[in-house]
């Protein structure tokens, strides 16, 4: 029996959820669909092992939209922000430790070097210049070069006056962010090769670039995004994992009329005379709608929902032109107690924080190298947090979660992605060894071990490839590049299906803006009369 | 003497050369100074051994502007173009032989022989290759937008570029806006499956530059290369006496036209009084004052090494510190005492081309795959030179037997990546090693070769320093990286050949639109001066 619905997001990830309510928010009705049972795509708590809570997969909040946060309600339905103390990046016989205590950073980097002390404070200047410049473009209809209406030529000269009024030092900074490698950039400011090397990781989260590709640099914006509302960084742990988050957008779309399903798998998207009416269920059931809204990335969309000859050879080329590459694993270890340092022994406040293992840029740059060819790196970049050490809910008494990000894990490997299954637990070791490099006692606390390779992040979530941003964050799929030129408006060549997730501008990292962005434009097409 | 000269330029190279005779010929009298004992730069045949003469430096390059090649006017200073139907010829470790031609049609029936489905898609993508190309070259003659002011008469070059780039229609647009960014690996493994192939394109993409075909931003250089040439490999068009013959050539039509040119002269400074060029200081002691100096050195030789800290705004030297001119490249020249056996290319010397010449006539390859490049390059990045370098080589003799005494050879290799910064040892100590390295990455396709040897020269990028004042061994003064071209070269604010010394002008490889030995920058140069004296 078929249902009726004005519109149906497929995934219920947090852009899906972000999407469906302010859907429902104009009066729409809404159904989202979600394959697990649980929601948020990549933002879930799971208790994977009895009394520890983890979040599998995305670990820290960052760039979550704050108009989102205030449209939603998102703190009455439970968010909650704990704040992430500094960055603590542990080496042979010592460390760099960066609080969130601004005068103590700088000291700390003193310690390291004076002239990088100095330098830190005009780096941060220059950088939230450049944020002022960049926030708007996050929440901006990316224009369409190849037919520009008048809105586009007067955002784009509304761009170029900002850019012309911006100082000529600002601006050169801008240009250099934007083509740039991480590595070149930074080494014009600093010296510090620990500074510089965790500096480096925020340009190569979740890309298959190495901290030398051009490119890389202008990531290094987005750890001061969050500077000019007031905070320090706007990095953060949701109280009871990152799932929290995805559960008060979901409270707050239920209360907004949203009807969320889980454990529905959608078999494929509808379409009748090439207009999409609905979507069949993997149960069999049909159910129709005014429109379809997908979360998934386009390989899913348009290669496995839709049925062959729905969209022109031309346009699948082109999605299956667009890069995903997954480049990083996850591993989650519940601890028996907590792990001591060489360089910094105890259970002093550097472990409430993250703690990178970057010492310098080339360390960063021969894991990548060996990527290049297909293997994970034996000596990898690692981002662990311990949140059970702010939020003690997710943790028994006394234990601990720890998660560690890891990069890099090519999804490709040499002998193919389904050698995964074979080399998951050397992957494993290799990331607590890593680890017992720095602190020994690391093994003898390991109570469970889970390890997330890039396969198992496709299985699981269903992210193509394992891209944990739905598509690789490089200059040639951004803005209106992104997922396809001329496509970069949450609209499809089938009419009334839309694009709402991450592998759209502005692209991913717990923000919500796709989602919300793309239900503007929808809502916008109704109005219209289009959809 | 104190007359005050009206312009002096700075080094003899091709650009050099070419804003000489642009100069001269609009009546200005210019006084180009070299310190070498020849002017051409980088694009100079010089003796490596008795009776054998090879390229130095650059084997093959431009082609030179066809106005300026008009303008110059070669045939009259004794100019004779070899034009090569064999563009590029690789082999693969199994000894599998590719052969790429002028003619697509034939590049298509060597492909075939590694991928029947790449060797279908070669002519379309030759054609694509062409037409964005040519679209985009309209760019390379232009100079830079002024970003803060631009004026009306420039705006009409931009937007007939622009209009060309438009005309391309909305699907080659967007490919040129999602390509520029890519690795160059990326661009051509969307085209192509078969690794040879692959890297064949990658090359022109990484020679000179501090990256590797996975770099990102590398095709933009295939682009930009391309833009000087329109095809989708690049030709191998060199006058008879190889690319030496042209500068001389293009010297002796600007004394033609009026330049004085002196060589064997070091330049030790420029003097600049309230913000204006006074004088050049020459190493041996004398000063000539003059109204405008255009200097062909790279950005940083020019304000770091010649200007006075105390004559150039902090912020601005601070900039042009920041160039970054990571030379990686080092060049062997081999004098053979005979034709090299390729296994690939058994009896070359007797027509295995197919049109009666040898298939050795272009660049030939050593690196069959992506891989190999990109390995190759690896080991750059942390200050060590390849353990199996990447080589582009040519046989000059092939095309033009007149440089070698007959039945013998030379043979002309650029090898990468040899980094200019090493991180242990110096190149004094590295050369013998950096040589043998070479012969015997030669040796694996060409068995027969090291027994050919009579004699051999390695320059070094501590060589192309300190003999031709390449900052950084830099051969194109300064990396072509996205974040330094067009108007980010040298520096933003400053593409336009001025700089902020009056009466100083830039008009090296280290200014828009780069390195390629086109003649470009010197033309746009000499006109940015004739454009400030009026």
């Known amino acids: ?531 | 003497m104190s007359d005050r000269q009206d312009v002096v330029i700075l080094g003899g190279g091709l650009n050099s050369l070419v804003a000489a005779f642009d100069l001269a010929r609009a009546g200005r009298r210019p006084t180009l100074l070299e310190r070498r004992p020849t002017v051409g730069g980088i694009a100079v045949t010089e003796e490596i051994a008795p009776g054998f003469k090879a390229p130095r430096l650059m084997h093959l390059g431009g082609p030179l502007r066809s106005d300026l090649l008009a303008d110059l006017g070669l045939d009259r200073h004794g100019l004779t173009w070899l034009d090569s139907p064999v563009l590029m010829a690789a082999q693969d470790g199994s000894g599998r032989g590719l052969v790429l031609h002028r003619d697509p049609g034939r590049s298509a029936e060597s492909i075939a022989a590694f991928s029947k489905k790449d060797a279908e898609r070669w002519p379309k993508f030759e054609e694509t290759v062409g037409r964005i190309a040519s679209a985009m070259g309209g760019l390379l003659d232009l100079i830079p937008p002024d970003i803060d002011k631009p004026a009306w008469k420039e705006v009409f070059p931009l937007l007939r570029t622009g209009k060309k780039v438009r005309d391309l229609g909305r699907k080659d647009l967007y490919r040129v806006l999602r390509w520029m960014p890519m690795a160059v690996a990326d661009l051509a493994a969307e085209w192509f499956e078969s690794e040879i192939v692959r890297a064949a394109l990658a090359s022109r993409a990484i020679l000179g530059q501090a990256a590797g075909p996975w770099s990102a931003g590398t095709a933009a250089n295939y682009f930009l290369r391309a833009a000087q040439d329109p095809r989708a490999v690049p030709s191998v068009k060199v006058p008879q006496g190889g690319l030496g013959a042209l500068t001389q050539a293009i010297a002796s039509a600007a004394k033609a036209a009026g330049a004085t040119i002196r060589t064997g002269v070091e330049v030790s400074g420029i003097e600049v009084k309230n913000g204006a060029v006074q004088a050049v200081r020459l190493a041996k002691g004398d000063r000539i004052e003059t109204v405008s100096v255009m200097s062909g050195l790279d950005p940083k030789r020019t304000f770091l090494n010649l200007v006075s800290p105390v004559d150039l705004d902090p912020a601005f030297r601070k900039k042009v510190q920041n160039i970054r001119a990571r030379g990686v490249t080092a060049k062997v020249n081999l004098a053979l005492g005979g034709l090299p056996e390729f296994t690939a290319f058994k009896g070359a010397s007797s027509g295995a081309a197919g049109d009666g010449g040898s298939p050795l006539r272009g660049r030939i390859l050593f690196g069959s795959s992506i891989d190999d490049l990109e390995r190759a390059f690896d080991a750059s990045k942390y200050g060590q030179m390849s353990e199996h370098p990447y080589l582009e080589a040519t046989i000059p003799t092939l095309l033009d037997p007149s440089l070698a005494p007959a039945g013998k050879h030379v043979m002309s290799v650029l090898v990468q990546y040899a980094p200019h910064a090493l991180k242990e040892g110096d190149w004094a100590a590295r050369r013998e090693q950096l040589g043998d390295r070479v012969v015997k990455t030669l040796a694996t396709a060409a068995p027969n070769l090291p027994s050919l040897v009579e004699r051999g020269q390695v320059i070094t990028p501590k060589d192309l320093e300190d003999d031709w004042g390449l900052t950084g061994g830099h051969l194109f003064g300064g990396e072509e990286s996205l974040d330094q071209i067009f108007t980010m070269r040298p520096v933003l604010g400053w593409a336009r050949y001025r700089t902020p010394v009056r009466g100083l002008y830039l008009c090296g490889s280290g200014t828009h639109p780069g390195g390629g030995l086109t003649g470009a920058n010197g033309r746009n140069a000499a006109r940015a001066l004739l454009a400030d004296r009026r």
């Open chain 1, 1 to 531: 029996m078929a249902q009726r619905y004005d519109a149906i997001v497929i995934g219920g990830g947090h852009n899906g959820l972000v999407h469906a309510a302010y859907l429902a928010k104009a009066g729409k009705k809404v159904v989202v669909l979600e394959r697990r049972h649980v929601l948020g795509g990549a933002a879930v708590t799971e208790e994977v092992f009895p009394g520890f809570k983890f979040s599998v997969f995305s670990y820290v909040v960052s760039l979550l939209r704050p108009e989102i946060i205030r449209d939603l309600e998102l703190p009455k339905h439970g968010l909650e922000i704990l704040p992430l103390d500094g960055t603590f990046t542990p080496l042979d016989g010592d460390y760099l430790w960066r609080m969130d205590d601004h005068g103590r950073s700088i000291r700390e980097i003193a310690r390291h070097s004076r002239t990088d002390a100095e330098t830190y404070e005009e780096f941060g200047r220059a950088m939230q210049a450049l944020c002022r410049f960049v926030r708007p473009i996050l929440s901006m209809l990316p224009p369409d070069p190849g037919k520009p209406d008048i809105k586009d030529l007067l955002n784009l000269l509304f761009l170029g006056k900002r850019l012309k009024n911006l100082p000529y030092e600002d601006r050169y900074n801008l240009i250099q962010l934007m083509t740039m490698s991480a590595a070149d950039f930074l080494d014009q400011w600093f010296e510090t090769p620990a500074l510089k090397g965790t500096m480096s990781a925020s340009g190569i989260i979740g890309t298959f670039l190495g901290v030398r590709s051009p490119g890389t640099a202008y990531v290094l914006l987005h750890h001061y995004m969050g500077e000019i509302d007031g905070a320090f960084r706007a990095w953060g742990f949701a109280k009871g994992g990152t799932g929290a988050i995805s559960n008060a957008i979901g409270s707050s779309a239920a209360a907004l009329g949203v009807e969320v399903r889980r454990e529905a798998p959608v078999a494929r998207i509808i379409v009748k005379h090439g207009k999409t009416v609905g979507v069949a269920l993997e149960s069999g059931d049909e159910i129709h709608a005014d429109l379809v809204s997908s979360s998934l990335d386009p390989r899913m969309t348009f290669i496995k929902l839709l049925e062959p000859g729905a969209v022109s050879d031309e346009f699948l080329e082109e999605v299956k032109h667009y890069k995903y590459r997954g480049s990083s694993g996850k591993v989650n270890l519940a601890l028996d107690g907590l792990p001591d340092f060489t360089c910094l022994p105890g259970n002093g406040a550097h472990l409430r924080g993250a703690i990178s293992i970057s010492p310098s840029m080339d360390y960063m740059e021969k894991a990548y190298d060996e990527a290049k060819y297909g293997a994970f790196s034996r000596r990898p970049y690692m981002d662990c947090v311990i949140p059970s050490l702010t939020d003690p809910s997710v943790a028994p008494p006394g234990k601990h979660v720890m998660s560690c990000f890891v990069q890099y894990a090519p999804y490709n490997l040499k002998e193919g992605p389904q050698d995964w299954d074979r080399q998951r637990e050397a992957f494993g070791d290799t990331v607590v060894d890593t680890l017992a490099e720095r602190c020994p006692n690391i093994k003898k606390l390991i109570l469970h071990r889970q390890v997330m390779t890039p396969l198992d992040i496709e299985r699981i979530t269903g992210l193509s490839e394992g891209n944990i941003f739905q598509g690789e964050l490089s200059l040639e799929q951004l803005f209106f590049l992104r997922p396809v030129a001329g496509w970069a408006r949450f609209r499809t060549p089938v009419r009334n299906l839309y694009m709402c997730g991450s592998a759209t501008h502005p692209g991913g990292g717990i923000m919500g803006a796709p989602g919300r962005l793309s239900a503007l434009e929808v809502l916008k097409d109704w109005k219209r009369g289009i959809a």
